[in-house]
């Protein structure tokens, strides 16, 4: 269920009833190759990475959700694709928001992978 978005229907209730978006497309490589099991923890481990990049995204432009009475996990879309996401920042103000969180989207599984003791995932390329 998505969170009702002050911010969004403002827009959607103007003349042209549109919004400009920046969309982050991300992906699970290789996930259908993978055994149901491992299906499953990739699942949770890609939507807490997520959730957890979202959140470092909150806190960076912290200044200009108070100012605009905005909040990043309310006011983004994400929509399920394939086997991943798409992730869109309707904030026309902050045009590089969307670009801080694939960054630190990829910082985080970077982080993840190198503390990752696993063969299987080095020799999958995972």
Same mark, same amino acid.
């Given at each position: 269920?998505?969170?009702?978005? #002050?911010?969004?229907?403002?827009?959607?209730?103007?003349?042209?009833?549109?919004?400009?978006?920046?969309?982050? /497309?991300?992906?699970?490589?290789?996930?259908?190759?993978?055994?149901?099991?491992?299906?499953?923890?990739?699942?949770?481990?890609?939507?807490?990475?997520?959730?957890?990049?979202?959140?470092?995204?909150?806190?960076?432009?912290?200044?200009?959700?108070?100012?605009?009475?905005?909040?990043?996990?309310?006011?983004?879309?994400?929509? #399920?694709?394939?086997?991943?996401?798409?992730?869109?920042? #309707?904030?026309?103000?902050? #045009?590089?928001?969307?670009? /801080?969180?694939?960054?630190?989207?990829?910082?985080?599984?970077?982080?993840?992978?190198?503390?990752?003791?696993?063969?299987? /995932?080095?020799?999958?390329?995972?």
């Amino acid at each position: 269920m998505a969170l009702e978005s #002050p911010y969004l229907e403002a827009k959607l209730e103007k003349e042209e009833g549109c919004c400009n978006m920046q969309v982050v /497309f991300v992906d699970i490589v290789s996930y259908s190759k993978r055994i149901s099991l491992a299906q499953v923890k990739t699942i949770n481990s890609f939507m807490n990475v997520t959730e957890e990049a979202l959140t470092n995204t909150g806190k960076k432009y912290f200044e200009y959700t108070q100012k605009n009475d905005v909040q990043v996990r309310r006011d983004i879309v994400i929509r #399920p694709s394939g086997d991943g996401a798409a992730i869109a920042f #309707p904030f026309v103000n902050v #045009p590089d928001m969307h670009l /801080f969180f694939a960054c630190e989207l990829l910082r985080i599984i970077g982080t993840y992978n190198d503390n990752s003791d696993c063969d299987a /995932f080095r020799e999958q390329g995972w």
